[in-house]
Structure formats: C-alpha cells, structure tokens
C-alpha cells in the first residue's frame, strides 16, 4: 500500500512569514493529494488539493505544489496568521488507492 | 444539512466492555471510513466501506468490526474493550456515484473521544 512521510513534525513560525510543510509518498499511482487543517480538538477539515495531472494549486495565501518525479508534494501558507496555528496533515492516494495520511505537522505561528 | 454525525462524543470503558460507535452521513457518499487518531500517529485507518455492501480492513482493523447498515450508515464495534483502544474515533464519508473512488474529499464527523480503564 502507499506510504505517506511528512515533515517536519512541528514548525514555528512568526506572524508573516512563510511555512511549508512536505510530504512524500511511495507509490507512482497515488494520482490524488489532499491537505487537511486541524484546529485543536476539531474535526480535520480540507484545505486545498491537487491532483496528478496538475504541478501547482493556489488558493489565496495556500498553495500546493505536486513533483511526480520526486514523489513529493508540498503545502505552502504565506502571510501566515494565528489563525493558521493547527495541525496540517498532507494524504496520498486515490484511483484504486485509499488515501493514506502522514503523521501531521503542529503549525505554531506567534503574534 | 448536517454532514456527517457520530455518536457518542465521549465514552469511559471498563477493559472487557463492549461498544459501538455510529456514524451518519446526508451527503449521499458512497465510501465512509472509520480512523483512529493517536498523539503523534496521524490518522489510521480502522476499516471502510468503499460502496453499500462492502467492507474491508484498514491499516490496524484487530479488535474491531464494522457495519454498513445502509447507504447513510457505518457503525464500528469493539467487541471487548483493551486500553490499547484509547484514542479518538473519526467517521469519515468522501465519493458521490459515479465519481472516483478514492480521489475525493473526506469529510469528518467531530470524533468520538474514547477512554479504557
């Protein structure tokens, strides 16, 4: 099965600056890359996705960018606010693949 | 519109006890997963259902069954309760008929928060 390695496992950042959170995954199938928000004790929640046919996404301050090559993918906050403080977890998978998740990363972005 | 609903929100076993754990979905999906979330182990998968009818094991299924009742339902039952079990439960529902599988966004229930003594 797909093998999802993410990194690192906590990052700390001042308010406005740039984060980003990678992830690797093992299996060249896995065609579907999702990002998840966590908000201490709430649900996981998406964020953004990119899929296989696709090398970058932006979504305002959020981008994703997806090397098939390398087997990597990567989430990128800019501008980042308190609010983005949570646990971010990247997942790899899809077509026949269940998507499996990383470990998390703990984003702690200080006012 | 309520999503996907778990209950209950919190559970205090005693080790041998049994419990299920119910989950609801309104979204129409067809796929719906149990996970388990550890402190530092991200989240791992139980079991899920990828359609009506079907069921299959995740990465750590020992200890647990699993029911598709019907289309909006996936319940997960622990037969005899070990405090290896501790840990909060997600319910999770992803893929509308006809879509692809696997490659859609999962939406969570809020977690069940589950403790054995």
Not at chain 1, 25 to 45: C, T, V
Not at chain 1, 75 to 81: A, D, G, S
Not at chain 2, 44 to 54: C, D, M, V
Not at chain 2, 95 to 103: E, I, Q
Request: hydrophobic share 30%.
């Amino acid at each position: 099965g797909e093998n999802v390695e993410q990194h690192p496992s906590t990052l700390s950042v001042q308010e406005g600056d740039s984060a980003v959170i990678k992830c690797t995954y093992s299996d060249s199938a896995s065609n579907y890359f999702p990002w998840y928000k966590q908000e201490l004790g709430k649900r996981p929640q998406l964020i953004i996705d990119i899929r296989s046919n696709v090398g970058e996404k932006k979504d305002q301050r959020i981008a994703v960018t997806l090397n098939k090559t390398a087997k990597h993918f990567s989430l990128h906050i800019t501008e980042t606010q308190p609010e983005d403080s949570a646990v971010y977890f990247c997942a790899g998978g899809g077509g026949s693949y269940i998507p499996t998740f990383g470990r998390g990363t703990s984003l702690i972005v200080h006012p | 519109n309520a999503g996907v609903t778990q209950t209950p929100k919190f559970q205090v076993l005693k080790t041998g006890q049994s419990m299920t754990l119910q989950c609801a979905q309104d979204m129409n999906h067809n796929s719906m997963y149990w996970y388990r979330q550890d402190p530092g182990m991200g989240l791992r998968l139980i079991y899920y259902s990828a359609s009506e009818g079907t069921t299959d094991k995740g990465e750590v299924p020992n200890g647990y069954n699993v029911s598709r009742l019907n289309k909006r339902e996936f319940s997960l039952r622990l037969e005899s309760a070990a405090p290896s079990q501790t840990s909060v439960y997600f319910c999770a529902s992803s893929g509308l008929a006809g879509g692809r599988v696997f490659s859609d966004t999962q939406y969570f229930g809020p977690g069940t928060r589950l403790t054995v003594l």
